[in-house]
Structures are given as C-alpha cells and as structure tokens.
C-alpha cells in the first residue's frame, strides 16, 4: 500500500475521531455515569463494531449499502431508538432510588452487557458507515497489486486501533472527573441525570447524521 496514503488516513481518522459525535458522547456518558471500567468496557464494544464493519466492508457489504441508499436512514433511526432506550432506563433508574438516598444509582452493569450495548451502539451508528462508504475508498490504489479488500480491511483495522486509543483515554478522562463530582449520593444522582440526558443528545446526533 502506499504509505503517503496511510499517513494521509492517519492523520484524517484521528481528526474525525477527536470531532465530538455519537461515539465520542456515548463514551463520556458511560464514563460519566458510571465509571472508568464501565468506559472502557464500551471503548472495547465500539471498537469490536467497527471490526465488524471492516469485515463487512470488505465482504462487499459497503458496495451493497451504496445500491440501496435506504438502509442508511433505516439504520440511523434503529441506532437513535436502541440509544433513547438505554438513556430512559438510566433515567427511570435514578426515579426508582429517589427515594433512598444512601444508594448510589452509578452502579456499575455487567461487561457482557455493556459490551453488547455498546457493540449494538456502534454497529447502528451511521457515521461509522459513511465512513466506509465515502472516506475509505479515497484511499485506497487499485494499481499497487493489494487485492481492495486487504487494502479496506488494513484501513479499517487502523481505524479500530485509533479508536481504542483515543476513546480510551476520553474514558479515562471522564471518569477521573466524574469521581470528583460525586462525593455524595445526591451529587452521584445529578451525575447520572446528566449521563441520562447525553445519551439522548447522542441520540439526536445520530439522527441528524446525514
């Protein structure tokens, strides 16, 4: 592959990356509300998403996906749905503990489920798509003798390596000050409210991707 166009997508991916969207808010809010192995675990689902569309991607998926321009609005309002439905559970969570405050509501959940959530978040997220739909190709050389699909996956796991790092260290960030705000339960509820309430933002962003 020619490298001038792997530091090319390099430089592109980590840009779109560090651009704030759905993804990037879905992790501060599972950092937010519920704490650094909980944001990391999702960090861990998003990245195994996005593995899959690179398998996806080069089993001709992308291709197809661009024949039926329909399946992109239809995963974008699946994905909102899937995201107003963890940030309602989150937020009738902390109207069942209202009443007994010595219970924190930021309890962790199971990794296995928060891996899945997270992976179901990813795979119905459209941006990642338009991202092997539009930007991808830009960078790939028909003439270096790579077959297209080695060529696709390599981006698309590079891809995947940036996120780790990158939503990694957002995980990271957010729950280090999520800790200093939730020195009593009170102040654990309002963190959660607000983890609650991302999560339907995110689900508006993903709404207006286009």
């Given at each position: 592959?020619?490298?001038?166009?792997?530091?090319?997508?390099?430089?592109?991916?980590?840009?779109?990356?560090?651009?704030?969207?759905?993804?990037?808010?879905?992790?501060?809010?599972?950092?937010?509300?519920?704490?650094?192995?909980?944001?990391?675990?999702?960090?861990?689902?998003?990245?195994?998403?996005?593995?899959?569309?690179?398998?996806?991607?080069?089993?001709?998926?992308?291709?197809?996906?661009?024949?039926?321009?329909?399946?992109?609005?239809?995963?974008?309002?699946?994905?909102?749905?899937?995201?107003?439905?963890?940030?309602?559970?989150?937020?009738?969570?902390?109207?069942?503990?209202?009443?007994?405050?010595?219970?924190?509501?930021?309890?962790?959940?199971?990794?296995?489920?928060?891996?899945?959530?997270?992976?179901?978040?990813?795979?119905?997220?459209?941006?990642?798509?338009?991202?092997?739909?539009?930007?991808m190709p830009q960078f790939i050389s028909p003439g270096t003798g790579v077959p297209l699909a080695v060529q696709l996956t390599a981006l698309g796991?590079?891809?995947?390596?940036?996120?780790?790092?990158?939503?990694?260290?957002?995980?990271?960030?957010?729950?280090?000050?999520?800790?200093?705000?939730?020195?009593?339960?009170?102040?654990?509820?309002?963190?959660?409210?607000?983890?609650?309430?991302?999560?339907?933002?995110?689900?508006?962003?993903?709404?207006?991707?286009?």
């Amino acid at each position: 592959m020619d490298p001038r166009l792997l530091l090319l997508f390099l430089g592109m991916d980590v840009l779109l990356i560090f651009t704030p969207g759905p993804d990037m808010l879905y992790v501060m809010a599972r950092s937010l509300g519920q704490g650094r192995r909980t944001g990391l675990t999702a960090v861990v689902g998003i990245c195994c998403g996005y593995a899959v569309h690179t398998v996806l991607a080069a089993a001709g998926l992308a291709a197809a996906l661009r024949a039926v321009p329909a399946a992109l609005p239809a995963m974008r309002y699946a994905g909102a749905a899937y995201l107003i439905f963890l940030a309602v559970r989150t937020l009738m969570s902390l109207r069942r503990s209202a009443g007994r405050p010595g219970i924190s509501p930021a309890v962790e959940q199971p990794a296995g489920a928060v891996l899945r959530q997270s992976m179901l978040t990813a795979l119905l997220n459209p941006k990642g798509l338009l991202l092997y739909l539009s930007l991808m190709p830009q960078f790939i050389s028909p003439g270096t003798g790579v077959p297209l699909a080695v060529q696709l996956t390599a981006l698309g796991l590079l891809h995947v390596v940036n996120c780790a790092a990158l939503y990694g260290l957002i995980a990271v960030a957010t729950a280090r000050a999520s800790r200093a705000l939730t020195g009593t339960p009170k102040a654990a509820r309002r963190i959660s409210a607000v983890s609650g309430t991302m999560l339907l933002v995110v689900a508006a962003a993903t709404l207006g991707t286009h």
